[in-house]
């Protein structure tokens, strides 16, 4: 199996092979999940459960890194749109461009979170800052404190930052098992990164005694 895989990510395999490879493997998850009855599907999903309560907020924080999150800037700038958006873009008619697509999605993210001008914010798995940048650029009497597990990711933001002159952005480098903002916020904002955690029941604590009384989370 791991052979085949590594010749489907290389490229190797023709889209016929790639489709029904995928099939395949699908239809034996599927037969996996539903082996047993009701009952083993219930004992499956409370084991589960109980794992991830039993888990630190993140297995393998080091593996995104090596994946994808410390691939140079260069590289997505030749994929991705203007504001380096690592997540969705929103095309509503109208639309035509990528970077129209990653404004309108900023725009609705800040609009469905609450952000209002003077308010404290965190944003958690801020990916190459798209989000933390447009918040302190459009909301200039923010702060904003914004988190990457990529150093890469750090220095790019903070040269974006000194770049566009702005005073109300701190970015920081940092594990989620250990990190601690050391203070309260408005808002936290979080796009894209809940799937790269385990504990959500202890990461969601950990989240309620970062806000303020009036804070609220938006979750994408």
Not at 48 to 75: C, D, K, T
Not at 105 to 126: Q, V
Not at 153 to 168: A, K, M, P, T, V
Not at 170 to 185: H, I, K, L, Q
């Amino acid at each position: 199996m791991s052979l085949r895989i590594d010749a489907a990510e290389r490229g190797w395999l023709p889209e016929l092979l790639l489709r029904l490879g995928i099939r395949r493997l699908l239809r034996q998850r599927l037969a996996e999940e539903r082996a047993g009855g009701v009952e083993s599907q219930a004992r499956r999903l409370s084991e589960r459960l109980e794992a991830m309560e039993h888990s630190p907020l993140a297995l393998s924080p080091g593996a995104a890194n090596e994946q994808h999150y410390e691939v140079p800037a260069e590289f997505f700038r030749l994929v991705l749109g203007p504001h380096l958006k690592y997540s969705a873009g929103l095309w509503p008619k109208g639309v035509a461009t990528l970077g129209q697509a990653e404004e309108a999605m900023l725009e609705l993210t800040c609009r469905r979170a609450g952000i209002a001008d003077g308010m404290s914010i965190l944003e958690l798995g801020c990916g190459w800052g798209s989000l933390s940048l447009w918040i302190a650029e459009r909301f200039p009497s923010c702060r904003v404190l914004a988190v990457s597990n990529s150093a890469l990711q750090r220095r790019f933001i903070e040269s974006e930052r000194e770049g566009r002159g702005l005073s109300n952005l701190e970015v920081v480098t940092a594990d989620m098992n250990g990190f601690d903002p050391g203070g309260s916020f408005d808002r936290v904002v979080s796009v894209e990164m809940f799937e790269h955690m385990r504990n959500y029941e202890e990461l969601l604590r950990r989240i309620a005694g970062w806000l303020r009384p009036d804070g609220k989370l938006f979750v994408h």
